[in-house]
């Protein structure tokens, strides 16, 4: 079993930023990539930030220069610092990750998500 636990969500300011955390728990053998996705009302899930053990990162083109992902891979935990943030990023943000069980078995996790709110 492994759980996923986001943190950090709420509501701001257009202007303001916000950290994001995920921390993973549980039967974990090791954890491959990690990233972060949002799906706002009425719209697909999209990847906004994904970073693989190796530490590199992709982000998508309109968080790109605002937001950062990054990973201690020692807690098990993945994090977005989100600055400049600007109404259209208004979401419901998703933690997810690779992950290989200490069975051996491989897995693809979500966290509960967190709403993230921003006011114009």
């Known amino acids: 079993q492994v759980q996923l636990v986001e943190s950090g969500g709420g509501l701001v300011q257009a202007g303001g930023s916000l950290r994001l955390s995920c921390a993973a728990s549980g039967s974990i053998f090791s954890i491959n990539a990690m990233g972060w996705y949002r799906q706002a009302p009425g719209k697909q899930r999209e990847l906004v930030a994904a970073?693989?053990?190796?530490?590199?990162?992709n982000y998508a083109d309109s968080v790109k220069g605002r937001f950062t992902i990054s990973r201690d891979n020692a807690k098990n935990t993945v994090y977005l610092q989100m600055n400049s943030l600007k109404p259209d990023d208004t979401a419901v943000y998703y933690c997810n990750s690779d992950i290989t069980l200490t069975t051996g078995w491989p897995y693809s996790y979500w966290g509960q998500g967190t709403q993230v709110t921003v006011s114009s």
């Open positions: 970073i693989t053990s190796g530490g590199s990162t």
